[in-house]
């Protein structure tokens, strides 16, 4: 007597060990690679939910900075108009980009504005290498200048390779800016003689184009020293006051409000780099996230296939 029901379970075992045999090669060399190395589906799991919360983070910041740029390009747009007569007594800003810097004078104070934090692109790289541009300008041609670095994070990229020149600095500078914040600065920079031991001040600064572009500029401030000799120099104004004096009083006010227009600008760049910035970061964690999702799916069905080889090879144990 033969039982019907044996003989279907040995002819549907039969496929089932031929398949194992064959998976079995392929499953083992996955398992090989994650006793080596390789991330257990615990640990890809864990790396993807904490991709998320970075995700989650980037794209608050990204927020946050949307909202702050528009403050910041309302408080440009008033130092655009609070700023309008300063150009007419001085140099007009010019574009780093292709510049020579040959017009500088034999010796010039860099001031260049960068910011305090980080996760804001590139801008604080350009400020320090239009730094580094104008020093080795300045070197090549036979002349000097010094630098006073205003932000912590343009301080540190400095102070690697030209920590010689900087002969002041200033950081955790308040924010949003404000004109007593710059008058402040401008008297920091004339204690430091940058209307009597330098030939001209140099402001480098991003300037703000939009939303997704900022440049690098740069502005040339010279003390009016000469002034006071020179009577073609605003002819049409009475002084009540010495002349001299005058003159440093209206450079230092000058200086303050070419600060104070330098910092907004850039203040909106960074705002505007910074957003530009968290949404790539957020495009990069959801590609980063896809991916890892695929390697937690096919360590889970390598586990898988695993587990179901085990159960037919025991199964076809018992029968043999």
């Excluded at 996760?119 to 320090?128: A, H, M, R, V």
């Excluded at 600095?169 to 004339?190: D, I, K, N």
């Excluded at 009577?231 to 009083?249: L, N, R, W």
């Excluded at 957020?282 to 179901?308: F, G, H, P, V």
């Amino acid at each position: 007597f033969v039982d019907p029901i044996r003989v279907r379970t040995i002819f549907t075992m039969a496929p089932l060990r031929t398949i194992a045999q064959r998976a079995a090669p392929r499953v083992a060399g996955i398992v090989s690679q994650q006793v080596r190395g390789m991330a257990t589906e615990k640990q890809i799991w864990n790396q993807i939910q904490s991709t998320k919360n970075i995700q989650k983070i980037t794209s608050s910041m990204k927020m946050v900075s949307a909202a702050k740029l528009k403050g910041d390009e309302n408080r440009l747009a008033a130092a655009l108009a609070f700023n309008s007569w300063a150009p007419g007594l001085s140099s007009p800003a010019k574009e780093v980009e292709g510049a020579t810097f040959e017009e500088l004078p034999d010796k010039v104070l860099i001031v260049p504005f960068s910011s305090d934090k980080g996760l804001c692109g590139g801008i604080n790289t350009y400020i320090t290498r239009s730094v580094k541009l104008v020093l080795k300008a300045q070197l090549a041609a036979g002349k000097s200048g010094d630098v006073v670095v205003i932000g912590d994070k343009g301080r540190a990229q400095l102070r690697r390779t030209h920590g010689e020149t900087i002969i002041r600095s200033a950081s955790e500078v308040a924010s949003p800016g404000s004109f007593p914040l710059a008058s402040a600065l401008a008297t920091e920079l004339m204690s430091v003689g940058a209307a009597s031991d330098y030939d001209a001040i140099v402001l480098i600064y991003n300037s703000y184009v939009n939303a997704a572009v900022y440049k690098q500029m740069y502005k040339v401030l010279t003390p009016f020293t000469d002034a006071t000799e020179d009577a073609t120099f605003m002819p049409g104004y009475d002084f009540d006051m010495d002349k001299e004096q005058a003159m440093e009083d209206l450079f230092e006010y000058m200086l303050a409000s070419q600060v104070y227009h330098s910092f907004m600008d850039g203040a909106a760049s960074e705002q505007s780099s910074r957003m530009t910035a968290m949404e790539n970061a957020s495009k990069n964690a959801s590609e980063m996230i896809d991916s890892l999702t695929l390697r937690y799916n096919r360590a889970r069905q390598a586990r898988i296939t695993t587990e179901l080889i085990e159960i037919i090879s025991g199964a076809s144990a018992l029968d043999d």
